[in-house]
């Protein structure tokens, strides 16, 4: 596999690869909890997520969402969930679903650009947000090189398993475990 250093790179403004769109904002009166369906925030933690409800969704999951409020963080929803305000969603122009890979690609490919422009005094909104332009690999056609980020994301991905997998074998080999001395009665 090809790495970053090897590919071709393009920018492309986020409007040409997505569709940029608002939310519908479910009002928190109408929420009721202990459900399975996600209600995704503002908040650059957890993903966004504030807590689960059994409200039906009002977005489709597959897509990434941004906090268009302030800072602009990014995060990917892969099922379908309910929102708050100034959450913004990114669908590929094309209607396919972003997988997992791509979506964190494309997610640190936003972060990047994004890197302390944005905040309070000058939020991410939707004008910023489809003007605003990203480096991608691209294909030999221009286009953005998806199979490329997915294989790249995928290969990350198993790298640090492996590296999670050394590390939990050598803290479980350095544990001194004495057996319990029990005494028969």
């Known amino acids: 596999m090809k790495t970053l250093d090897q590919c071709k790179w393009r920018a492309f403004k986020i409007e040409d690869i997505f569709t940029i769109s608002g939310t519908i904002t479910t009002h928190p009166s109408l929420l009721t ?21 059994s409200n039906p969704p009002t977005e489709k999951g597959g ?13 990917y929803q892969a099922y379908d969930f309910l929102a708050t305000d100034h959450v913004e969603k990114l669908t590929l122009k ?11 690609f494309i997610k640190m490919a936003i972060d990047k650009a994004c890197n302390g422009k944005y ?7 939707q004008q910023r947000i489809r003007r605003q332009t990203l480096q991608l690999p691209i294909t ?17 991905e198993y790298q640090l398993l492996m590296q999670y ?3 939990i074998a050598q803290v ?10 029990h005494q028969l009665r």
Not at 140 to 156: I, Q, R, T
Request: net charge positive.
């Open 33 to 53: 909890k202990k459900g399975n369906v996600p209600r995704i925030t503002c908040a650059a933690t957890n993903n966004g997520l504030d807590d689960f409800y």
């Open 94 to 104: 094309d209607g396919r679903k972003l997988s997992r890979y791509v979506a964190l």
């Open 63 to 75: 897509v990434l969402t941004i906090d268009s409020a302030t800072v602009g963080y990014v995060g």
């Open 165 to 167: 997998q050394k590390h």
């Open 119 to 125: 905040g309070y005094g000058y939020k991410f909104a």
């Open 172 to 181: 479980i080999d350095n544990q001194q475990i004495t057996p319990p001395h």
């Open 140 to 156: 030999a056609k221009g286009e953005p090189d998806w199979a490329f980020m997915e294989e790249y994301m995928k290969a990350k």
